[in-house]
């Protein structure tokens, strides 16, 4: 006879024992395995699965009357009864995933385990007893029904283990903190081999899998399938729907949101490769009606099928144009511009900056796709923090919601690791609707740091206004890229001799001038910037200083990683602009100090990837190709080098000669017992140190 808990308290000490009253599906397994991982993790000792119900301290299962239950889709509760005399808890939930977000609840709420642990190496102290206040929950509505990562831009996570494409073991962590966070949906990777584990294993996990919108429907690539055939829908309809026609059948049984879209190959319009389609009439007619040809392939194999279409980039202006016609029961997605402003993103140098919401009139179901990382050739955040304010991000998602866009959110996640902050905030966001962003981070910080919270919380505040502004929009700030390929586009047009005019790729930053005008623009940006970075990056040092020691490796992974590579990039770009105005005026000798001074400065960046590569991060940034660290390094060297043969040449020994021989050596030295040349660094810091004091 089971009767109700009127205990104020209940205690779970020793091994714990959990109790499925059905048949667990494989997400309640993948749960339970979690939630038993934990009670170890927390009490130390291990806990079990029991068949019958009366020997259990935790049951689980579907939700009964008695529950009153909500019946809205992943609705749980939590109820406390006595069996016996022995206290129990109950999650009770009228779906798996109900289920699963049921079993989490209590991992967080009550054994303290926080949804980025595993990202954010959170301490879990151990516990001889967890006191659980017997007091009834209720999940409440979320504010959007599907939620989810796109993790994209995911080289870190393709080279930080050894198989490729990556194994179980590294996307295990990513889809956990996923669940932990309340989403529901996932794109997981892009691009990867079909025979990787990365959609089985989220599909056995209870999400639902939604595609690339370069990869609508989860299909093979056409180029790809089709190797040296045109890649025209005009041309080759049916080589087209044999791949859409492969895919709805390998995914029509799982739980998948269709995404509808038609774009060339390598996520790019598909015009650029045939030009026919040289007005918006007729690109907005191919591809409304290449979408409803998929549309009506899906509705033939799939029983009550949920679409979606990404209104991204040129997909956007011609929607907003008239030009597309959806169905009416398509999700319609739009997209940030990848700097968190709900406006049409930057192609190269054209920015129309198109709001990218809907209309008043504008009926239906609608989303968001937004970004807290990004990666394009320009000035985004890849491997650091976004550098937009929480308050932002607030604002752009909550005139979202207030359009109507509250059908479907998905952020670009990446890897992980580096924005934990921005994904925790929005997880936030996606549950709630509306938080208030200072209270958000007060608590994010208590979750993961046990002292120092306001001083640590001050860093994050002030992170935003460190960043770079390089545009008179608010979203025009600068991530870890700007340091990187325009600085490498500078060095590639410098030494291909193209000085006398401007680099367009640039353009889009400093403007359409002079090549020398658009370097001088972005010497003073990172002038200003590397300063700003040096003293957000003294306020970091002095917060772990003061902290505890078991927390000062994680400020170092979270915080000062971040002003290192801004700060290293900054500064490195700073000198590479100066080397650029120093060989201008033909002092070779000082533009090659500079030069070196500049490489220096990017090594550290380099150095600090290193030294956050410990423990189970060993190797987490191997595979850093879009930053690409190593390949600015590796620029700037070669430029110092073409810099050492303006002078310097043939024996790289003339600028020692000139300016650090002393004087007495200089006209009887014999050239047979002088001829070992100094090394690069070597001639670069004595030249430094000379330079500096014929300066004072």
Known sequence: ??????????????????????????????????????????LGHESQVCEEAANADIIIRYALAEDSCA???????IRFDKE?????????????????????????????????????????????????????????ARKVRFRGWFVNDEVCLIGWKQPYPPSREVWLPVFEALLRCGGNMVIPGTDLPKNGIHFELASEMGLWITHHHAEPLGAEMFLRAYTGRAASYKDEPELFERLWEKAIEKQKHQRVLWVLSFRG????????????????????????KVIRRQYDMIAEKVENPVYCAALYGEISELYKGGYIDLPDDVIKVWADNGYGKMVSRR???????????????????????????FHDLQASNHLTMFQGSAAFICDELGQAFESGATE??????????????????VRELWNQGWINPELHLQQFVSSYYGSGQEEIAELYRTYAEASISYGSHSDDLAGEEFYHHPARRIIGHWLQGKCGEPDTGLIWAAGDVPFAEQIRWFGQRCGQGQEAWSSWLERCEDVMNQAAAEYQQRIVDQLKFHGVLHQSGAEGFMWLCRSYEAYSSGQYPQAFVYASQSMWCYQRGLEAMRDSEHGKWERFYSAD???????????????RRFLRMHGDSPDFFLWYKEYLMPETEKYIYLENTHRNPLSDDELAWRLRDYFRTMEQ
């Open 347 to 373: 192609h190269g140098n054209l920015n129309l900056r198109m709001p990218a919401l809907p209309g008043a009139d504008d009926q239906g179901k609608h989303g968001v796709y937004y970004h807290v990382t």
């Open 1 to 42: 006879m089971m009767e109700a808990n009127t205990s104020k308290m209940m205690q779970l000490d020793g091994s714990v024992y959990v109790h499925i009253s059905e048949s667990p599906t494989s997400p309640v397994r993948h749960a339970v395995r979690m939630l038993t991982r934990d009670l170890q993790a927390v």
């Open 408 to 425: 479907y959110l998905l952020v670009n996640s990446g890897n992980i690791r580096p924005h934990v902050y921005q994904l925790d905030l």
């Open 625 to 639: 190709w879009l930053t690409n660290i190593a390949s600015t390094v590796n620029n700037v060297d070669t430029l």
């Open 265 to 288: 190959q390598g996520d790019k319009p598909f015009w650029e490769n045939d030009p026919t389609f040289d007005t918006p009439e007729k690109r907005g007619a191919m591809i409304s």
């Open 84 to 140: 016996n005399g022995r206290d129990r808890l109950i999650v009770a939930a009228r779906d798996e995933l109900g289920l699963v977000y049921g079993i989490l609840y209590v991992s967080e709420t009550y054994l303290g385990i926080q949804p980025f642990w595993f990202w954010a190496d959170q301490a879990i102290g151990q516990k001889e007893i967890i006191a659980i206040p017997c007091e009834n929950y209720d999940s409440p």
């Open 71 to 77: 019946e809205q889709e992943e609705s749980f509760v």
